[in-house]
């Protein structure tokens, strides 16, 4: 079996996504999800105009070899942009294996270890009671994990509640942040979300209890003594983890946190590499390695990074944000569901206009998420609606401090 063509196709069934469909000389063909936030299009083009030419006439199921050419074959290596194009790549290449040996990609990866992924979706609110609300209504819906965010006092736009300029959607009354043509600006300071958060969980174990499992993201905002005094004041309210409290940037500074609590820790959705994660994978400084499969090279990185978590007793909690396609999420549900240390999924419910481009996603169901027998990712690409909904340029929001400077959205 030979490529014959490599498609990239770019929507925005309410927000941007970009596909790469790899054709073979047979028909079979396999989709794969190369979606960056805000810089769709750069991804496009590395695809289109550097990559593609590099596929053509190759045989398709000689995935490693592929990744390990396109990796590090092109001198200028890793990076989010060739990360992403690489992991559209990575998903296509094993759908069309998995397609081609009737299997799903679970199958192919070691079988099942489990029949669900466990998942977990976002609670937000304006004040602790609305988050409160929201958390029973999420558990009302049989979800056993939550993470919970509220608006900070005093500040623009807080991460993770709805602020920004949000857009109602068919699907449930589901609602989303609008990308506008330019970035949104939000206004955030350390002193005030420092104080709120640990608030926040008093509140919510008060009135819901220990039972629930509860989670905060932190955004990578805080700096390392930061970071250190809010997984400490957290340590009451048993959380599952506080995700992203530090950049990447600063992995040396995970000690600083990691002495001062016993918080669990995860990190891991702005990483591209195994290399990325070693020093915290070695040196046991988180507990959950959260990275992007559409940002880290796709299904071929990912085991790679959860066996070596696995050797350091680190679970895996993959990025499952609505940014990334129901290819990229069905993705992580196959290797959440074949791999021995999994431990939790991010998940959201996609608009209907999603579906309509791309069915196929996972399904959930009492707190867990469940992907088809379907050969390969199960999930398919609908060419001729993506066509409906035309590229829309668009941003995620930037962060100032109350003075004016720029600070880490
Ligand atoms: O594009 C950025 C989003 O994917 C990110 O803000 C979502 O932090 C995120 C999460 O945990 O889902
Ligand atoms: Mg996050």
Redesign the pocket.
């Known amino acids: 079996m030979k490529i014959k063509e490599v498609r990239v196709v770019v929507t925005c069934p309410t927000r941007n996504y970009v596909l790469v469909k790899i054709v073979t000389d047979e028909g079979l063909y396999g989709v794969g999800d190369a979606t960056l936030?805000?810089r769709e299009l750069a991804v496009a083009a590395a695809l289109k105009e550097h990559i593609a030419p590099l596929l053509l006439g190759r045989d398709p199921g000689c995935i490693e070899d592929i990744w390990q050419y396109l990796f590090r074959g092109s001198y200028w290596r890793g990076g989010p942009v060739q990360m992403t194009a690489l992991a559209g790549v990575d998903m296509a290449l094993w759908d069309i294996k998995g397609k081609a040996a009737g299997m799903p990609l679970y199958s192919l990866l070691g079988g099942k270890t489990r029949a669900g992924a466990l998942c977990y979706t976002?609670c937000g609110g304006r004040d602790f009671k609305e988050v409160e609300d929201s958390v029973r209504a999420k558990l009302a819906e049989g979800f056993k994990v939550l993470?919970a965010q509220v608006a900070i006092p005093g500040t623009k736009g807080t991460?993770?509640v709805g602020s920004g300029k949000m857009k109602k959607n068919k699907n449930a009354g589901m609602k989303f942040l609008e990308q506008d043509a330019l970035p949104q600006e939000e206004v955030w300071e350390p002193g005030p979300y420092l104080r709120t958060i640990p608030q926040l969980f008093e509140h919510l174990r008060g009135a819901l209890g220990e039972e629930l499992e509860l989670f905060h993201?932190v955004?990578e905002r805080l700096t390392p003594i930061q970071a250190a005094r809010l997984a400490k004041e957290l340590e009451p309210y048993h959380l599952f983890f506080l995700?992203?409290p530090l950049r990447p940037e600063h992995k040396e500074s995970f000690r600083v946190v990691r002495r001062a609590s016993t918080t669990p820790l995860a990190m891991g959705?702005l990483f591209h590499s195994k290399w990325d994660c070693l020093p915290l994978l070695t040196e046991q400084l988180i507990d959950f390695i959260?990275c992007?499969l559409s940002h880290i090279g796709g299904i071929t990185e990912a085991k790679k990074i959860a066996a070596i978590a696995e050797a350091f007793h680190i679970q895996t909690a993959w990025?499952?944000?609505?940014?990334?396609s129901p290819h990229a999420h069905a993705a992580n549900v196959h290797v959440d569901v074949s791999i021995p240390n999994f431990g939790v999924q991010?998940m959201v419910a996609f608009p209907e206009e999603v579906h309509e481009v791309m069915p196929g996603a996972p399904v959930y169901k009492d707190g867990y998420l469940f992907v088809s027998d379907r050969p390969g990712l199960g999930t398919d690409l609908n060419e001729k609606a993506a066509k409906k909904y035309p590229y829309k340029r668009g941003y995620?929001p930037t962060t100032r401090r109350a003075d004016g400077s720029v600070h880490d959205?």
């Not at 990025?319 to 990334?324: A, L, S, V």
């Open positions: 936030n805000g976002h993470r991460y993770g993201d955004h995700e992203d959705e959260r992007d990025h499952g944000p609505g940014d990334i991010e995620l959205w």
